[in-house]
């Protein structure tokens, strides 16, 4: 039954348009190429502007076994590359196809000029390694984006003019696609790159805010990292609560949940003798402060609840509002632990460190009375296994 | 001439994947098909998942004028959606489409049973409202994602099976060309969202760390407004040099000029009586101190250039590099002016406030001394225009 040329590249648009990796893409149109056109194989020179060479993409098959070491990619000035780009093949052929026939037949006429016999000649010899009979190029704007290989067909009979004709309508189809999909990974890389400038710049203004009190140096990224490693095995245990957005949210709130310290004096964070009542005091106000500072920004709506929270306590006796059990949500309790611990484990102004395992135990004695107890079980695990 | 459907259909395909904009790709779809096909007018009916309702897109034409009051937008339950959403034409005609022609000869004939009958009836009043004579859906994933109504050919004859198809086959791809627009939308809109994020946060940040210099309530965000308007002037006379992305790195480092003083104690920083030698040295260090938190951040590395030289000046006097005339960058240059009059006009520990008038005589005086000369013409025009 002969393929139905309008159907199939209905079929091929409409799946084109919704793959936004140009990989797959190509992967997934030279597939079904190769099986509903019954061919032997067929490949794709795709233009990488970064390399500046075109790159094949083989969809598995007999080629990848062929191809000859140095072909994996082809740049600018590669004959057969220069061939298309100077859209030497509509002049000769008054088609923008070359096959391996038309080719043969022009170098036997008298009808091509020297230059551009040569030039022929060595795509030619080209396209027999590649061990394709028909090149189809995918043109967008005018740039050559990339290059269709054919095979043989299965039944050995030359490529119809109607079926060339369809390929071509694909093949410009697919530089559309291509070109789609590339500017989808432009902005997903884009809103990549703004990610990381927004966690960076966090994390430079955290560390310059946290400088100022000389005894929790490199504390907020210890407390961090504590942090996310505790909800991960959480998330082991809980898919749902533990999502990708919870872990976003997290992490922000673990770099900003001592943020609040900037609206106390340097002379009361670095005092080293006991603390007035006052003093005291207005140190538990850092939460509240944090939690004021970052309220006009609404996206960070749930990391604030972390830092407003991260000096509850299950027993009620923690602060700023002396929430109990369930009320304290998850991500302040998570933060919570990891600060304690951390903050345990480093000199402060008031005491020297303890012991590692001195912390552990105090952490897991306190469980359900300063520290959520799923939280510290995690912690538990966690320690037991020697993470931290 | 019949047109080639074939063809349409490819260059309607090709040129509908790279326009990202869901509303322009409809007028412009229906704009195609109404000139080519030679139809009286043609509109569609589209989700729009906010108002959950079909709203209806009309490429200018003479239907606007004949659209009854409360048609703009058909809601789930109307009639006409219902008929589609539940896949009834299918049901009677063997056929996603209905007709005006086939729906009246279905309610004539007796196949139907009752409930159709009446929502089929519902169904025609409103397409005769709407000047229909064929109705086209188009379904992503068997939802109802737009509805293709069809007005009149221009010779007046009755839509050919084969024409009808051609839409059929236009709608499908219109509804994953919609999809990947909205897509593209919604990626858009997060990128946004992101840059906000960025924003928002390190404007509270900086004024959590402002907040600290009891002098300076206020004065990062308005040096980063004077700075914006300076810029967007000189843009007007030189396009080249204050693009957007110069404008961004402006915003940037205008809001993070002062971040170095994080790093000088607050007594030095709140001190009333006059400064030591020492002092003052240690306060002229804060763009040093800035550039050298903000390192890190490779993206941040044009914003960085203009918070360390913001106190460069033409005469080689400035610190921290004593740069002279052209070798201060721009971006520098922009933020020292803005800085120096919202310094000079606010009250500051170790003096009161100057006039406005006074310290913009000041500026203008120290043009190519203190100030980069076309920063300075510019602040003036702005100045002299009441800007500030």
Same mark, same amino acid.
């Given at each position: 039954m002969p393929i139905d040329f309008k159907k199939e590249l209905e079929n091929a648009a409409r799946s084109m348009i919704l793959v936004h990796d140009?990989?797959?893409?190509?992967?997934?149109?030279?597939?079904?190429?190769?099986?509903?056109?019954?061919?032997?194989?067929?490949?794709?020179?795709?233009y990488d502007p970064k390399r500046q060479a075109y790159v094949l993409k083989i969809s598995g098959g007999s080629l990848a076994k062929k191809i000859p070491v140095g072909f994996a990619s082809l740049d600018k000035d590669d004959p057969l590359i220069r061939f298309f780009r100077e859209r030497n093949s509509r002049s000769i052929f008054k088609s923008d196809i070359l096959t391996l026939k038309n080719?043969?037949?022009?170098?036997?006429?008298?009808?091509?000029?020297?230059?551009?016999?040569?030039?022929l000649k060595d795509a030619l010899y080209q396209i027999k390694l590649l061990d394709t009979v028909?090149?189809?190029?995918? +043109?967008? &704007?005018?740039?050559?984006?990339? $290059?269709?290989?054919?095979?043989?067909? #299965?039944?050995? *009979?030359e490529y119809l003019g109607k079926e060339l004709?369809?390929?071509?309508?694909?093949?410009?189809?697919?530089?559309?696609?291509?070109?789609?999909?590339?500017?989808?990974?432009?902005?997903?890389?884009?809103?990549?790159?703004k990610h990381?400038?927004?966690?960076?710049?966090?994390?430079?203004?955290?560390?310059a805010i946290e400088a100022k009190d000389n005894y929790t140096?490199?504390?907020?990224?210890?407390?961090?990292?504590?942090?996310?490693?505790?909800?991960?095995?959480?998330?082991?245990?809980?898919?749902?609560?533990?999502?990708?957005?919870?872990?976003?949210?997290l992490h922000i709130a673990s770099l900003l949940h001592d943020v609040g310290k900037i609206g106390i004096s340097e002379h009361i964070l670095n005092k080293k003798s006991g603390l007035?009542?006052?003093? +005291?005091? &207005?140190?538990?106000?850092?939460? $509240?402060?944090?939690?004021?500072?970052? #309220?006009?920004? *609404?996206?960070?709506?749930?990391?604030?609840?972390?830092?407003?929270?991260?000096?509850?306590?299950?027993?009620?006796?923690?602060?700023?509002?002396?929430l109990k059990g369930q009320?304290?949500?998850?991500?302040?309790?998570?933060?919570?632990?990891?600060?304690?611990?951390?903050?345990?484990?480093?000199?402060?102004?008031?005491?020297?460190?303890?012991?590692?395992?001195?912390a552990v135990k105090e952490i897991s004695r306190l469980s359900n009375v300063q520290f959520n107890p799923s939280v510290t079980e995690a912690f538990m695990e966690l320690c037991l296994e020697g993470v931290f």
């Open positions: 140009p990989d797959l893409l190509i992967k997934t149109i030279i597939r079904a190429v190769v099986e509903k056109a019954r061919i032997n194989h067929a490949s794709v020179l795709l080719a043969q037949r022009a170098l036997q006429g008298s009808d091509i000029n020297g230059r551009l016999e040569g030039l028909a090149c189809i190029p995918s +043109y967008f &704007r005018d740039e050559l984006l990339c $290059l269709f290989l054919l095979g043989e067909k #299965k039944d050995g *009979k004709d369809f390929f071509l309508a694909l093949a410009s189809n697919m530089a559309m696609a291509i070109r789609n999909a590339q500017l989808f990974k432009d902005l997903e890389s884009e809103l990549n790159k990381q400038l927004f966690m960076r710049t966090t994390i430079a203004l955290v560390a140096h490199g504390h907020t990224t210890r407390v961090a990292s504590l942090s996310l490693q505790i909800a991960r095995r959480l998330k082991e245990k809980n898919k749902k609560i533990v999502n990708e957005r919870f872990m976003e949210n007035t009542v006052g003093e +005291y005091n &207005r140190i538990k106000e850092h939460p $509240l402060i944090g939690a004021t500072i970052l #309220k006009p920004i *609404k996206e960070l709506e749930e990391s604030i609840v972390g830092i407003k929270y991260h000096h509850e306590r299950p027993d009620g006796c923690g602060y700023p509002d002396g009320e304290i949500p998850l991500i302040a309790s998570i933060i919570s632990v990891a600060d304690a611990f951390d903050a345990m484990t480093t000199d402060r102004p008031y005491r020297p460190a303890l012991f590692r395992d001195k």
